[in-house]
Structure formats: C-alpha cells, structure tokens
C-alpha cells in the first residue's frame, strides 16, 4: 500500500506560553497521542517551534537578500509546533490530526505533501 507523508501544523495564539499548571497536562496528553501515532508506525517526526517573534523572513528579490524580524505575516497565531506522519490517505492523516487537536485544545491544519 502506498503511504503519503502530510504535516499536522498546530497553530498557537501570539504570546506568551499559558503558566506551567495549564501547559503541563496539555503536553501529557500530546505525548500520548504522539507515542500511539509511534506505536501504530505512522509518525515521521515532530517538533514545537519558538515564538513567533523569534522568526527571520529570508526574500530575495531581484538578487538582492532581504531579512525581516517576526513572522511573515502579522496575525494572531502562529505555527507552534507540527508533526509528520506517513498514512495511506486522507481520512487516516485527519484521524491523527484530530487526536492531535484534541490533546491541545488547538486548531491544527492538515496537508499533504507534494512530491
């Protein structure tokens, strides 16, 4: 069966990180879900970003190199963290990308990528 890889982007509001007590049971949660995605051979990787603020834009535009604190574009989330997974379809990344929400509370975008 042939699989496809799709990013599982989780977007945070802008700000500072909620205090330890709140935050902890929210990254228990994801851990679980992220050691059944493990388990069950459908996770690729994953990883959680630095605030938005700490972002570099990279343009270039016509030879010359343009870099721009911040994100690149000005809004009230921002892409926290992600994971990839490797499933045969789309129904099976929305599963995963559901269980991911869930555990987060989070809004989480789901895309495949294109080979």
Do not use: N
């Given at each position: 069966m042939?699989?496809?890889?799709?990013?599982?982007?989780v977007?945070?509001?802008?700000?500072?990180?909620?205090?330890?007590?709140?935050?902890?049971?929210?990254?228990e949660?994801?851990?679980?879900?992220?050691?059944?995605?493990?388990?069950s051979g459908?996770?690729v990787?994953?990883?959680?970003?630095t605030?938005?603020?700490?972002?570099?834009?990279?343009?270039?535009?016509?030879?010359?190199?343009?870099?721009t604190?911040?994100?690149f574009?000005?809004?009230?989330?921002?892409?926290?963290?992600?994971?990839?997974?490797?499933?045969?379809?789309?129904?099976?990344?929305?599963?995963?990308?559901?269980?991911?929400a869930?555990?987060?509370?989070?809004?989480?975008?789901?895309?495949?990528?294109?080979?």
């Amino acid at each position: 069966m042939e699989m496809t890889q799709y990013l599982l982007a989780v977007y945070q509001p802008d700000g500072e990180p909620p205090p330890p007590e709140f935050l902890e049971p929210i990254m228990e949660a994801v851990g679980k879900v992220e050691q059944e995605c493990k388990d069950s051979g459908a996770w690729v990787f994953s990883g959680g970003l630095t605030g938005a603020e700490s972002a570099t834009v990279v343009r270039v535009q016509d030879g010359r190199e343009l870099l721009t604190d911040g994100p690149f574009a000005e809004g009230k989330e921002h892409l926290g963290g992600f994971t990839i997974v490797d499933v045969p379809d789309l129904d099976a990344a929305l599963v995963w990308g559901k269980k991911f929400a869930a555990a987060t509370g989070l809004p989480l975008e789901v895309r495949a990528f294109r080979w």
